[in-house]
């Protein structure tokens, strides 16, 4: 009964007008520039940024990479992004986490621009989603938003359910949902019985990092599900938070992994950038 909801070829359609509204910016003599800073060596991070770099060349944006050892001091990674802040070259900005444990992530991302902060993750830009305003919207929640709009699947009122309560997907998820009045719960490690709450949500969205967590008999019938994880398996395949077999027997609609959100996230970076770069 289930649809596949395919991110992967929504995303490439964000893409290919990206591209033009690019092409259009460059004849005006502007070009988009992105920078990302990586610290340390994690190997997942390595995978996510060579793919936004691919994506970039792909929409036709300038891209440009900040490797710092995993030694590096905070004051030398605020300096760096203090730097790029002042490029006027520069239209977004973007720090890959994880970084090191000594480091502090969160006066990382309030030091980035908010006006460069294509990740949305300056509370700045945080607070204007939670307020409803225009802003840079993290990248993950706000493609969810668009490939159910894709599909013509309604929001408003529906009852939403959110699995994770991250900064970077769980919470905006809940806000982006909200601003679409859906009526949203939000669950995490110490919700008592998950499945009494996953069972009433029309729209489900997993974000937990715990491959095939959510299964069959946690989902309603007829279900829109959303699978945001990204684990990867012991052959190295990669599977999401769902158990895709068994619940895609019960859901109306469902993402895959891969092919699913990740796409997504990514075109919706490469729509950040051309935002910031129209902003300025
Ligand atoms: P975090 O580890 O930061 O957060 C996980 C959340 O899940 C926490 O809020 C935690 O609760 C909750 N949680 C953990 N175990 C349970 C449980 N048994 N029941 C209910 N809630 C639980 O993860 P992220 O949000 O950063 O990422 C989640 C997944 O999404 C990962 O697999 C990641 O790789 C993937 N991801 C995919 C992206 C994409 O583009 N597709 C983008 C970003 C992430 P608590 O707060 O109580 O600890």
Known sequence: MEKILDGKAVAQKIKDELKKEVEELKQGGICPKLAVIMVGNDSSSKIYVRNKSIACKEVGIEYEEYLLDE?????????????LNKDDSVNGILLQSPIPKGLDINKAFKTIDPKKDVDGFNPCNVGKLCLGQDTLISCTPYGIIKLLEEYGIEIEGKDAVVVGRSNIVGKPMMQCLLNKNATVTICHSKTIKLERVTKKADILVVAIGKPNFITKDMVKEGAVVIDVGINRKEDGKLCG???????????????????????MTIAMLMNNIVKATKMK
């Open 71 to 83: 030694n590096t001091t905070m004051n030398e990674l605020l300096e760096l992004i203090n730097k």
């Open 241 to 263: 938070d769902v158990d895709y077999e068994e619940v895609s027997k019960v859901a109306s609609y469902i993402t895959p992994v891969p092919g699913g959100v990740g796409p």
